[in-house]
């Protein structure tokens, strides 16, 4: 066999890829280059909506036991604000099954629907996340009826998700645009994908940079929602299911890598890029070496769309192949394990590469009638596959965080496609830049085992990749412990009055001010304060009250918190509220 040989290793033009860090050290395979899609948008202003709307809402609705004593029904309910989308907490502390039906006021009933829990949803990590049914699309509503199969235990705790009407008729404009297409060098044909840019993925941000892990199966789902929905809704179904996910549900994005609706757009999900394997939640021990593609509507009775399957056909021939795997057969995969999973952490299951979620998770999903489908989705999917990708590998690995200025050591090995190592190979680490460009900020060469050492400061969080041989590694993510600073203005105060503290923090982020008195020999917490804050800030908050008080302060940014030395202050007789100036 002729020996492999390195292309060159900076070629003009790289086709950027897209952020996050990497799930372990190695991986199997390596992805093929692919343009930065949606995944831009995580950095990117004024790129969609989010530029000029106001953000989806999430409100509650306490429901008692007796509301259901009409033949265990409830008196229609109107709802402080008008809602499209909703779902209940911890439904399996209620003993009851419940069915909903909404309405604008004075208008037409929907019909009935169930509230179901999929409970293998959720994030790899056991204990994150809380209970909920899964989201159901309304449509403008503000009234809602709930039917119980029994008086439920408890309150029962609706979960609503408000989007305002502007909001609605910009994200569905910006979607309809047109979704993007690939750019650059790409295996088979990628389907058209609306990016979170377009359908307002950045009104709903992610709460930490995305992870990655690999793409050995993909795992099909439906979202268990009404099937009734117009191709102008979809945006802002995608748009709303993603703010229950993150903040009913408590997860970091919406737990879906794609979804895909009953006309056949396929819709970007969680942010870090459709062409990296990014770690979704939505098969708990099985999210890190899966991609995860949800069809919108419920099919337990009700046939799949043609659109809809032709749609995932095509997403599934296109990304499974971009990195590395074969789109038939079976693969035997590790379970990660977790409370919500069907197998315990260490359990080798053999897999379809093209599964549905019951296959790894104990639930129904993707319904009875998608389910049956899988075979000729399989069939599908083969006509329409590239050939999987086979390039160099380019690993890399650094700290998850640093102090502030501080140096970042990145660790990486360049191979061959048949694993050999590549000595005396250029190697460039790029940093992600606030606009999604990459910059390089450090360069290195492979050593005679194919492994390389660089560093860089680093002063702000963010994604850094390694590139080599006109290949990518999967990014690394960094965040930064804030450098902080802070003191108070005066250590006591006569009479009521402000204390002021003024200090500095490295990076830009937010100052957050625990306020204690103390009483009865404790410390108990009287006040929360946070302020978002630039390089210098200065903070006033009220203490009214005769007493003894300690400031605790902290800083945070990227994900990374520092915290400062408490700060005691005493306060002589005075009254009146406690704020923040």
Not at 538 to 565: C, E, F, M, N
């Amino acid at each position: 066999m002729p020996a492999w040989k390195a292309p060159d290793p900076f070629p003009r033009t790289v086709p950027p890829m897209d952020d996050s860090r990497r799930h372990g050290l190695t991986r199997r395979h390596a992805l093929a280059l692919g343009a930065l899609t949606g995944a831009a948008s995580f950095a990117r202003a004024g790129a969609g909506p989010a530029a000029a709307l106001a953000a989806p809402s999430s409100f509650g609705l306490r429901v008692p036991p007796d509301a259901f004593a009409h033949g265990l029904v409830t008196e229609p309910l109107r709802t402080p604000a008008r809602f499209v989308l909703l779902g209940v907490r911890d439904p399996s502390a209620l003993d009851a099954a419940l069915h909903v039906r909404a309405r604008r006021a004075g208008g037409r009933w929907s019909a009935w629907y169930p509230l179901r829990e999929h409970a293998a949803h959720g994030p790899d990590r056991a204990g994150t996340g809380r209970g909920a049914t899964d989201p159901l699309w309304t449509g403008p509503a503000d009234e809602l009826q709930l039917r119980a199969s029994r008086r439920p235990r408890r309150p029962v705790q609706v979960a609503l998700v408000s989007l305002p009407p502007a909001t609605r008729a910009l994200v569905a404009a910006h979607a309809a645009a047109g979704p993007e297409h690939a750019r650059g060098a790409q295996l088979g044909a990628r389907p058209p994908i609306v990016s979170r840019a377009a359908w307002g993925g950045d009104l709903v941000p992610p709460r930490v940079l995305p992870s990655f892990g690999e793409v050995d199966i993909a795992v099909v789902h439906h979202t268990e929602s009404a099937n009734e929905y117009t191709a102008e809704q979809s945006a802002g179904i995608v748009l709303a299911i993603t703010k229950f996910h993150r903040d009913t549900r408590g997860w970091n994005d919406v737990g879906y890598n794609f979804l895909v609706d009953r006309f056949g757009t396929i819709f970007e999900g969680r942010a870090g890029g459709v062409d990296l394997p990014v770690i979704g939640a939505h098969a708990q021990g099985f999210n890190s070496i899966s991609t995860g593609i949800s069809i919108m509507g419920s099919f337990m009775a009700v046939e799949p769309p043609a659109a809809a399957l032709d749609a995932v056909a095509r997403l599934i021939g296109w990304r499974l192949p971009l990195a590395g795997t074969p789109v038939s057969g079976q693969v035997t995969v590790t379970s990660g394990g977790g409370s919500l999973s069907r197998y315990r952490s260490g359990v080798q299951v053999t897999l379809d590469r093209i599964c549905g979620h019951r296959d790894v998770g104990s639930t129904d999903c993707p319904g009875d009638r998608l389910y049956v489908d899988l075979p000729s989705l399989r069939a599908s999917t083969r006509g329409l596959a590239g050939a999987p990708a086979v390039q160099p590998e380019v690993t890399l690995s650094a700290a998850a965080r640093v102090r502030y200025g501080g140096l970042v050591t990145f660790e990486g090995s360049v191979l061959a496609p048949d694993k050999t190592p590549q000595p005396s190979i250029p190697v460039r680490i790029e940093k992600r830049g606030p606009v999604g460009s990459w910059v390089t900020i450090a360069r290195t060469t492979t050593d005679a085992d194919g492994a390389f050492v660089a560093s860089a400061a680093w002063t702000r969080g963010g994604l850094a990749r390694a590139t080599a041989l006109q290949s990518v590694s999967l990014p690394v993510s960094v965040g930064v412990v804030p450098a902080l600073s802070v003191n108070a203005d005066a250590p006591t105060l006569v009479g009521p009055g402000l204390v002021t503290l003024r200090g500095t923090m490295r990076p830009p982020g937010t100052v957050t001010i625990v306020v204690q008195r103390r009483s009865a020999g404790r410390w108990r917490r009287v006040a929360t304060v946070s302020r978002k804050a630039r390089s210098a800030f200065a903070i006033r908050v009220r203490l009214p009250r005769t007493g003894s008080y300690r400031l605790l302060v902290s800083a945070g940014s990227t994900g990374q918190v520092a915290t400062a030395k408490p700060i005691a202050v005493r306060v002589g007789p005075a009254s009146g509220g406690l704020a923040a100036g």
